[in-house]
């Protein structure tokens, strides 16, 4: 394996020509990563759905959204408030609905093509 010294690394990065091409690099990759911004979110083309991956991330985010809606009831109400209400039923509603969501947009791109020249 190839490894640099710290000593080395901060040489590499005051030299002028290394350093430029480290910016120029940056800038490039920035301007390609930008481009997928500037396309309205329902003309890119979906990604392929990670089941689990989302249905991870959709229950950690079902966690937040309640402990913080909890916070936030806490602060309006000054009085005591549950964290994690009913979150047997959050977590699968939202897993459901938010895999539901990403495989309709998926299936919809895969079976469903529109003409150009048609109107709704």
């Known amino acids: 394996a190839w490894?640099?010294?710290s000593e080395q690394l901060i040489d590499f990065f005051n030299n002028?020509?290394?350093a430029r091409g480290i910016a120029t690099g940056l800038a490039a990759e920035i301007r390609i990563m930008s481009?997928?911004?500037r396309t309205p979110l329902l003309e890119q083309p979906p990604q392929v759905v990670n089941v689990a991956a989302v249905?991870?991330?959709a229950?950690?985010?079902a966690y937040y959204r309640s402990m913080m809606n909890a916070l936030l009831n806490a602060k309006k109400q000054s009085a005591n408030v549950e964290f994690f209400p009913a979150m047997h039923m959050q977590i699968p509603a939202r897993v459901l609905y938010i895999n539901?969501?990403?495989a309709a947009r998926q299936w919809l791109s895969d079976n469903v093509t529109i003409d150009d020249n048609s109107s709704w």
């Open 16 to 18: 002028p020509r290394f």
């Open 55 to 57: 249905s991870v991330a």
């Open 35 to 37: 481009n997928s911004y």
């Open 100 to 102: 539901g969501f990403k």
């Open 3 to 5: 490894k640099l010294t």
């Open 59 to 61: 229950a950690f985010e």
